[in-house]
Antibody
Framework: QVQLVESGGGVVQPGRSLRLSCAASGFTFSSYAFHWVRQAPGKRLEWVVAISYDGSKTDYADSVKGRFTISRDNSKNTVYLQMNSLRPEDTGVYYC????????????WGQGTLVTVSS | EIVLTQSPGTLSLSPGERATLSCRASQTISSTYLAWYQRKPGQAPRLLLYGASSRATGIPDRFSGSGSGTDFTLTISRLEPEDFAVYYCHQYVNSFTFGQGTRLEIK
């Protein structure tokens, strides 16, 4: 069955970096795009970034552009989110989601990993 | 940015009752680009409907969706105990945004 497992979350100081991973199984990884979506405490879900099936196309929310980088390794069935220059407002649960294309809804989601940016 | 506003914020019903959840968009969107999700505590969001009314794989037929333009509805015809959760609408026509959620709780 389709499984997405996020990891890499934790507590980090403002200005520091963190890398999240999303390990996928149960389907042909290289055929799908992926999104990262986050939810800050008490806020609605916020789309962060998307990557195409082959990594050639990426799209970022303005709030993270220039600070976050999405990538994928199709040999490891894993999507990454490199988060630099973290801010307190980046705190939240980060979910990865599989999508038919980078412009489409996520049909399977992971359970999320918590990122806390605090001094 | 397209803002999605869901109502009510919380809906208190009993098993067996009918639930009607609303999602209003700040501008017209094609129904092709509207989805609904269910999320339970500690679990991954689960896709229920896409294209406003098409059920995702494995979703029971008590879940249905309708709407067009700016107003969309998720209906659960007869609530089962496992349906009590938070529901989100989501548009993917113009970037990606989500509603703030409707909490469906047991009365």
């Amino acid at each position: 069955q389709v499984q997405l497992v996020e990891s890499g979350g934790g507590v980090v100081q403002p200005g520091r970096s963190l890398r999240l991973s999303c390990a996928a199984s149960g389907f042909t990884f290289s055929s799908y795009a992926f999104h990262w979506v986050r939810q800050a405490p008490g806020k609605r879900l916020e789309w962060v970034v998307a990557i195409s099936y082959d990594g050639s196309k990426t799209d970022y929310a303005d709030s993270v552009k220039g600070r976050f980088t999405i990538s994928r390794d199709n040999s490891k069935n894993t999507v990454y989110l490199q988060m630099n220059s973290l801010r307190p407002e980046d705190t939240g649960v980060y979910y990865c989601a599989r999508a038919r294309s980078s412009g489409w809804y996520g049909d399977y989601w992971g359970q999320g990993t918590l990122v806390t940016v605090s001094s | 940015e397209i803002v999605l506003t869901q109502s009510p914020g919380t809906l208190s019903l009993s098993p067996g009752e009918r639930a009607t959840l609303s999602c209003r968009a700040s501008q017209t969107i094609s129904s092709t680009y509207l989805a609904w999700y269910q999320r339970k505590p500690g679990q991954a969001p689960r896709l229920l409907l896409y294209g406003a009314s098409s059920r995702a794989t494995g979703i029971p037929d008590r879940f249905s969706g309708s709407g067009s333009g700016t107003d969309f509805t998720l209906t659960i015809s007869r609530l089962e105990p496992e349906d009590f959760a938070v529901y989100y609408c989501h548009q993917y026509v113009n970037s990606f945004t989500f509603g703030q959620g409707t909490r469906l709780e047991i009365k």
